[in-house]
């Protein structure tokens, strides 16, 4: 029986940890090939790669560098010919006081844009011109409840970025839904990665789920079932959503 996913190339970005090893998992499992990015842990990459036996690539990217998601892309066009989807999964969260220096501020600034934002902005850009040319293709940005809400003040610029994800994701729906070009967005609460359990860490699982009205973070493997569903054929419909999974707590 044909799976759902079967012969998709589709380019997950921050894909050797947490949420983005459980997408491979998924993609692969459901018939697709994963092109499997990764910044500095190449074993992790290879690990997953023998995870889903062999099928798919691995492909490495600096998305913290202006060229790096560019190169990343035409690597990933070499090894793969065709893409038909894009994870943009990579992220991280920075912690930065108002207290701080003034160029310490803007450093953490900068880099959280440049990783969680502009990397993304920049490999749609050019899965859009690709999708065009090709009969058209999917985009996932996995944006957050904290892009909805606001953040905590320690860590603005985090919040921030996924809110610039969520309307970019509106933005690429709105314009090139025409051009068979669809974008969704993921708005997790707290998933169990190891972001998650760094601020388990530091301030307790209370702090992390005293607002989710089930009292758990979702699992990695929750999201990356909902990165497959998006992606097949028939949720076209989808393009523009913002899908919240964040076991009810309040995002308003």
């Known amino acids: ?27 692969a499992a459901e018939g697709a090939r994963p092109i499997i990015h990764y ?27 202006d060229e790096g998601p560019f190169e990343l892309w035409e690597r990933s066009l070499a090894v793969a010919g065709r893409i038909h989807a894009l994870v943009n999964n990579a ?11 003034a160029s310490d501020w803007k450093a ?16 749609s850009k050019e899965a859009i011109r690709h999708f065009k040319a090709n009969g058209g293709g999917r985009i996932v940005n996995m944006a957050s409840r904290a892009g909805q809400r606001g953040y905590a003040a320690d860590a603005m610029p985090y919040g921030s970025t996924k809110a610039a994800l969520v309307n970019l994701t509106k933005s690429i729906a709105r314009s090139f839904g025409p051009d068979g070009v669809t974008a969704i967005a993921i708005a997790p609460g707290w998933v169990r990665t190891d972001m998650a359990e760094e601020f388990i860490a530091a301030h307790g699982k209370a702090a992390a789920v005293s607002d989710i009205p089930i009292g758990e973070m979702a699992e990695p493997g929750e999201i990356a079932e909902l990165v497959a569903f998006i992606l097949r054929p028939g ?9 919240d999974v964040n076991g009810g707590s309040y995002i308003r």
């Open 39 to 65: 910044g500095r842990d190449i074993t992790s990459a290879e690990r997953l790669l023998s995870d889903i036996g062999e099928v798919g690539w691995i492909v490495q990217g600096d998305l913290s560098s």
């Open 108 to 123: 953490a600034w900068q880099r959280e844009f440049q990783i969680n934002f502009f990397a993304a902005a920049d490999l």
């Open 1 to 27: 029986m044909t799976k759902a996913l079967e012969g998709q190339n589709v380019l997950v970005t921050g894909a050797s940890g947490g949420i983005g090893v459980a997408v491979v998992k998924q993609l």
């Open 91 to 101: 992220g991280i969260r920075t912690e930065i006081s108002i207290e701080a220096s």
């Open 235 to 243: 949720q076209a419909s989808l393009n523009g959503a913002t899908l």
